[in-house]
């Protein structure tokens, strides 16, 4: 996640007053509500409750400008760590939710599961891979979508790339889970619900003191996550409805909308899953015979080529987050989509978008589906993931100044 003070093209809200109604964001407003009735109508009342949880989810992470990638950055570059706590935070307040879930099986009387994956070469490899595309790429899964439905050009590029890597990455899946890796492992299975627990509580517990320690030392004191600085326009219910929220407010949201994402789909949230498919579908439409691809030769995977993508829960889910992004964006007077992009950034969107969707699908995740949703299922896959993501954002990071771009080198810029 990141909360910093954003670089040029950025779609993070600005400090001015809600501007009223116009014509773009009606139009956004009557998109938004359309999809959902056509979900309901053609799929289930379900599924587009899910549609309705995407755009919650776009909503929050826009107006808390939450992303993982300036988050990992900020707190490398310049030892500012309020981002990095918020997520100890959320990740804390995620297990407090999910995992007696997991342990039972049923959550309010619904059988549900998690997102258990080995902990193996391939999450270790293509975690460091997504590392530095998060770096060049310019933001993780979910930073993509909401800065895509924020109006940011550059990260629309990013998303075009996404998709093509996941489509190479699972075709190479198969190849990939040949390495060695062990049999996934679910914490909550193997020490059981109080002791995972406590475990993972200690770990974010501790996390939290570290980095909170570096920023003192660097900085003298911390940035609060409680609270967040709004012009006096922007206070009472208009603060919710343009930002910026404080981190805590943002996360907060994510862990209450990925636990309804977990009773009503029967497992938590997830991004990445659905752009293998997006991808494929596009190849389908330019000729493309999908079904000569291993990766799409089984029946169901040629009946969802076959079918709407309205009825895939991923893809709904990340419909309604570019789309609830979207309408914050307008409410907050900032959908203004700018399509000069600098060549540097271009090449960094290809090269990074590439990196991203290829570490994706065969990490099995990104920083939701393997980091966020992965730790909230007790999935041990999930401490693999970012611990070998933190390298490639490190090495990402120092390969951003090569296109142009910037990194918080403490109060200058590069």
């Known amino acids: 996640m990141t909360h910093i003070t954003p670089a040029a093209g950025s779609t993070a809200p600005a400090l001015q007053a809600p501007s009223p109604l116009n014509g773009?964001?009606?139009?956004?407003?009557?998109?938004?509500?359309?999809?959902?009735?056509v979900v309901g109508g053609t799929v289930s009342i379900p599924q587009a409750m899910l549609y309705l949880i995407g755009v919650a989810l776009g909503v929050s992470l826009y107006l808390a400008s939450l992303g993982f990638t300036g988050g990992f950055r900020v707190l490398m570059a310049d030892g500012r760590s309020a981002n990095v706590r918020a997520q100890m935070v959320m990740l804390a307040l995620a297990i407090l939710l999910f995992y007696p879930a997991m342990a039972t099986g049923t959550l309010f009387g619904r059988p549900v599961g998690g997102f258990v994956a080995p902990a193996g070469t391939s999450v270790a490899v293509d975690a460091f891979i997504f590392g530095i595309g998060m770096q060049l790429g310019g933001?993780?899964?979910?930073?993509?979508?909401?800065?895509?439905?924020g109006g940011n050009v550059r990260m629309l590029l990013t998303l075009v790339f996404f998709i093509a890597g996941s489509v190479i990455g699972l075709e190479h899946l198969p190849w990939w889970q040949k390495l060695p890796q062990p049999p996934a492992i679910s914490m909550v299975e193997k020490l059981g619900l109080v002791p995972a627990l406590a475990l993972n509580l200690a770990i974010f517990a501790l996390i939290f003191a570290v980095v909170a320690n570096i920023e003192r030392k660097r900085h003298g004191k911390l940035e609060p996550i409680m609270s967040k600085d709004a012009p006096a326009a922007q206070t009472g219910s208009s603060r919710w409805l343009v930002g910026p929220w404080p981190l805590i407010a943002g996360s907060i949201a994510l862990v209450l909308l990925n636990f309804a994402t977990l009773y009503?789909?029967?497992?938590?949230?997830?991004i990445t899953g659905a752009f293998p498919l997006?991808?494929?579908?596009?190849m389908s439409a330019l000729g493309a015979d999908m079904t000569q691809w291993s990766s799409w030769s089984q029946p169901w995977q040629q009946a969802a080529l076959k079918s709407s993508v309205l009825k895939d829960v991923t893809s709904v889910m990340d419909i309604g987050i570019i789309l609830g992004a979207m309408i914050a964006a307008a409410l907050a007077g900032k959908?203004?989509?700018?399509?000069?992009?600098?060549?540097?950034?271009?090449?960094?969107?290809?090269?990074?978008?590439?990196?991203?969707?290829?570490?994706a699908r065969l990490a099995?995740?990104?920083?939701?589906?393997a980091f966020f949703s992965g730790l909230a299922?007790?999935?041990?896959?999930?401490?693999?993931?970012?611990?070998?993501a933190l390298p490639g954002n490190w090495i990402g990071m120092h390969l951003r100044p090569l296109f142009g771009m910037q990194v918080e080198w403490g109060k200058s810029s590069v």
Do not use: D, E
């Open 24 to 37: 773009a964001t009606i139009a956004i407003l009557l998109i938004l509500v359309a999809i959902a009735l």
């Open 364 to 369: 099995y995740g990104c920083n939701i589906g």
């Open 335 to 359: 959908y203004k989509p700018g399509w000069r992009v600098p060549p540097g950034q271009i090449a960094a969107s290809v090269i990074g978008g590439l990196m991203l969707g290829y570490g």
């Open 377 to 388: 299922s007790g999935s041990l896959h999930g401490w693999l993931w970012i611990l070998c």
């Open 278 to 282: 997006w991808g494929a579908k596009a």
């Open 264 to 270: 009503q789909a029967g497992r938590p949230w997830g």
């Open 139 to 149: 933001a993780c899964a979910s930073g993509t979508l909401f800065t895509v439905g």
